[in-house]
């Protein structure tokens, strides 16, 4: 019996709906502090309510208008470096091991160097976002190159195939599926990278300020609110992220 | 004047003394030793062996994808050096890219020819025909059984009219009446196209059927142990004595090896196996 999509998605609701019913009883019955716990209807109240909390709105934006930003530099250039290094034997021996290097390196070291390169500027967090999904775009990307068969490599060579033709007919397709991946990845590495780099390096507007100072202000429902933003984006992007990807590589779908 | 102009659309295929070595764990494993034979031009030349005696090897070598072996390929008297547009092999898998449509494949032959997409067009959906793929020009190889994908890689190999067309098993995926199909047809093009053909075939009966010439080998390391002329004009017929007698020929040339026995060759031929029988039995 085939299941029902509809019927998937509301057994996955059902778990964060007991969540909330509980949460709910706990504030309606005052069983835990309401500073530590607010209560659901305040929590929801806030982004419209409250001052401070009115504030989400523009800097959700900033934050996704920053990621965008950044994920299209650090992906991009990710995408060229790894077909580079992939496709390339001389340049994955120049810049190859550098790159395995640099990659052992948690991105979240990187913030401590950007700040001292560029202050807690605008600049530091977009170098950092960009940073953040450089690394899986490159590694993905030259990871597909790589696998590209090398049966169908031998084809191309007796055809003579141009490069033109070698490169749209045979490399990217049969790296797309790969690529793809890193550009998810990218994608949400981006996201993290954004949060990461507002929170830690403060100075201006993002979601994950938004964050920061209702910690520091003890406002515990600007940082429950804040907290369901970043899930709903997170679950938002993968929607996205499915259907588009899925329309690049269509011929996949029989064989899975 | 005329016959030399016939003659240009033909090569000549020489293999002089070639021997072939993969390294295996760091130590060289002699695959080829001392090939000799020459193909004259607009030939149909068939190699039979064992499997395992290297003839995937040896067309590697003339299509230019391996250039690591001593001895001298020469085409039309050249040395070879790379893979060019005027050879054409058909792999012993199809090969095909499988983001691409059956037309979609076959066009990528023509990729280096210059030819306009309108004549791109019409030479496929020709070839198609040929191969008996029509109805399946948008299909993608996923969708095709073995045989129906080793026919477009055939068309694939033919839409660029190579002077030399190289064929690695081309039909073993075939079943048999498609593969009767496929023979005449390749004998067709064969003379239409004028053109010289080496294949690769693990079926005497076929090699009999098609090859003027068939070069047969033996394993470990591979050696060319006999070379049978086939003088018979076209369409040989198949259930005559004298189809029988050269096919016996071919036979006793592979079965001098006993380990061509025992890869299995002559065990699919049933017919063939009595002719052992009453020889060594
Ligand atoms: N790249 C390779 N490296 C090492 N050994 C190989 C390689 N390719 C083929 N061989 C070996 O060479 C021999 C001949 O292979 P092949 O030419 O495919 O034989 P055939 O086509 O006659 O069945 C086999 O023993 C095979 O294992
Ligand atoms: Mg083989």
Redesign the interface.
């Known amino acids: 019996m085939p299941e029902n999509k509809y019927d998937v998605f509301l057994r996955g609701l059902a778990f964060p709906a007991v969540l909330v019913l509980a949460w709910i009883l706990v504030g309606q019955f005052g069983l835990i502090d309401p500073r530590l716990l607010v209560p659901v209807q305040r929590v929801i109240a806030v982004p419209f309510f409250d001052p401070d909390g009115r504030t989400i709105w523009l800097s959700l934006v900033t934050s996704l208008v920053r990621m965008v930003a950044g994920f299209l530099i650090g992906g991009g250039l990710g995408i060229l470096i790894g077909f580079v290094i992939g496709t390339s034997s001389l340049a994955n021996r120049l810049i190859g091991p550098s790159f395995t290097a640099v990659r052992q390196i948690t991105v979240f070291a990187w913030i401590p160097l950007l700040t001292a390169w560029f202050g807690n500027s605008d600049g530091a967090k977009l170098v950092f976002i960009a940073l953040s999904a450089f690394f899986p775009a490159a590694l993905n990307t030259q990871q597909g190159l790589r696998d590209v068969p090398i ?2 490599i ?2 191309s ?6 490069w033109r ?1 070698h490169l749209f ?2 490399l990217l ?2 790296a797309l599926p790969s690529i793809a991946i890193g550009i998810e990845i990218a994608l949400i590495s981006a996201w993290i990278g954004t949060v990461g780099a507002e929170y830690a390096m403060g100075f201006g507007r993002g979601i994950g300020i938004f964050l920061a100072e209702g910690r520091e202000q003890f406002r515990m429902d600007i940082v429950l609110i804040g907290v369901v933003t970043l899930a709903l984006v997170g679950y938002g992007m993968n929607i996205v992220l499915r259907c588009g990807l899925r329309r690049l590589v269509p ?1 996949q779908r ?2 899975s | 004047m005329r016959a030399e102009a016939l003659l240009d659309t033909r090569s000549s295929l020489d293999i002089q003394a070639v021997s072939k070595s993969y390294r295996v764990d760091g130590k060289p494993r002699e695959i080829l030793r001392d090939i000799r034979f020459t193909v004259e031009p607009g030939e149909l030349v068939s190699v039979i062996g064992a499997s395992g005696c290297g003839k995937s090897t040896l067309l590697r070598l003339i299509i230019g994808l391996d250039t690591d072996y001593e001895g001298d390929i020469l085409l039309d008297g050249r040395s070879i050096d790379g893979p060019t547009a005027d050879r054409g092999i058909v792999f012993q898998e199809p090969r095909l890219f499988p983001w691409l449509s059956v037309e979609q494949n076959i066009a990528l032959g023509l990729d280096s020819s210059g030819a306009s997409p309108a004549e791109v067009k019409r030479i496929v959906t020709e070839h198609i025909e040929i191969v008996r793929l029509n109805g399946f020009a948008r299909a993608y190889p996923h969708q095709l059984s073995g045989g129906m994908a080793q026919r477009a890689a055939i068309a694939r190999a033919l839409v660029s009219r190579p002077k030399i067309l190289l064929l690695d098993e081309p039909l073993g995926a075939l079943d048999s009446q498609t593969r009767a199909y496929m023979q005449d047809e390749l004998l067709e093009i064969w003379r239409r196209e004028k053109i010289t053909i080496v294949m690769v075939t693990h079926d005497i009966e076929e090699a009999v059927y098609l090859s003027d010439k068939i070069v047969v080998m033996e394993p470990e390391p591979g050696r060319v142990c006999g070379i049978v002329s086939i003088d018979a004009p076209h369409p040989r017929r198949r259930g005559t004595s004298k189809f029988s007698a050269l096919k016996d020929r071919v036979l006793s040339v592979l079965v001098r090896t006993q380990s061509a026995a025992s890869a299995g060759l002559v065990r699919s031929h049933p017919a063939a196996q009595g002719g052992i029988a009453r020889r060594y039995g």
Do not use: Y
């Not at chain 1, 060579?157 to 141009?162: D, E, G, K, T, Y």
């Open positions: 049966a169908l031998e084809t060579h007796v055809m003579r195939l141009s033709t007919r045979l397709p049969s011929w029989q064989n």
